[in-house]
Each structure stands twice: as structure tokens, then as C-alpha cells.
């Protein structure tokens, strides 16, 4: 991976661990310790029992990416690959059970 690709992956996780702190989650932060990230994901202290992963591409790898994001998360995680092209929103891949009762409640509300 180049060093440009390294930073744009590397702005693409901080722009997320801002829009989580804005969302409700104040200590949000990237986990680039250099630490093994497996069962953390590319965010840590985000929301609970959700690993998130990461990807500022303009091409996509939808299945790789969610691939990633299911086999590093825990037992008890939700995979949730958070993405986005230039110039595009950021769009969330979960799997459709996982969504399905976060709808109702919105529903509810």
C-alpha cells in the first residue's frame, strides 16, 4: 500500500471518529497503535458491540471489505464496513437482520 493511499485511509477513519463524536460517542478514536487490529476494527470506543471497518477507495471491494469485517469481529460484534468515495457520502454495509430492527425502532420513535 502507498504512502497516499496510507493517509487517505488514515483521514477517511478520523473523519468517521469525528462524525461518531458528533453522533453521541465523545471518545471515539481511531485504533493506530500499531497494535494487532483484529477484534477492534479501524474505530475503537464507537458503538457497542459494533466493529467498524474503514474504507476511503474509489473503487469498491464490497465483499473483500465486509469479508474482513466479519472474519476480525468478535461473537458478540456486529461487522460494519463504513465507506465512501471523493466527493461521495459515507454509506454503512450491514447485514440486513442487523438493520431490520434498528429500522422498527426508528419507526417507533
Same mark, same amino acid.
Given at each position: 500500500?502507498?504512502?497516499? +493511499?496510507?493517509? *487517505?485511509? !488514515?483521514?477517511? #477513519?478520523? #473523519?468517521?471518529?469525528?462524525?461518531?463524536?458528533?453522533?453521541?460517542?465523545?471518545?471515539? $478514536?481511531?485504533?493506530? /497503535?500499531?497494535?494487532?487490529?483484529?477484534?477492534?476494527? /479501524? &474505530? !475503537?470506543?464507537? %458503538?457497542?458491540? &459494533?466493529?467498524?471497518? &474503514?474504507?476511503? =477507495? #474509489? $473503487?469498491?471491494?464490497?465483499?473483500?471489505?465486509?469479508?474482513?469485517? /466479519? =472474519?476480525?469481529?468478535?461473537?458478540?460484534?456486529? %461487522?460494519? &464496513?463504513?465507506? $465512501? $468515495?471523493?466527493?461521495?457520502?459515507?454509506?454503512?454495509?450491514? +447485514?440486513? /437482520?442487523?438493520?431490520?430492527?434498528?429500522? *422498527?425502532?426508528? #419507526? =417507533?420513535?
Amino acid at each position: 500500500m502507498s504512502a497516499t +493511499e496510507r493517509r *487517505k485511509g !488514515a483521514t477517511g #477513519e478520523l #473523519e468517521v471518529v469525528s462524525i461518531l463524536k458528533e453522533a453521541g460517542w465523545p471518545h471515539a $478514536r481511531r485504533t493506530h /497503535d500499531g497494535r494487532e487490529q483484529a477484534l477492534r476494527g /479501524d &474505530v !475503537a470506543n464507537g %458503538p457497542a458491540g &459494533v466493529h467498524l471497518e &474503514v474504507k476511503r =477507495s #474509489e $473503487r469498491t471491494s464490497i465483499w473483500d471489505w465486509y469479508g474482513q469485517a /466479519d =472474519s476480525d469481529a468478535g461473537a458478540t460484534q456486529t %461487522p460494519v &464496513v463504513v465507506f $465512501r $468515495r471523493s466527493r461521495s457520502p459515507w454509506l454503512a454495509l450491514i +447485514e440486513l /437482520d442487523e438493520l431490520l430492527p434498528l429500522l *422498527k425502532l426508528r #419507526e =417507533s420513535a
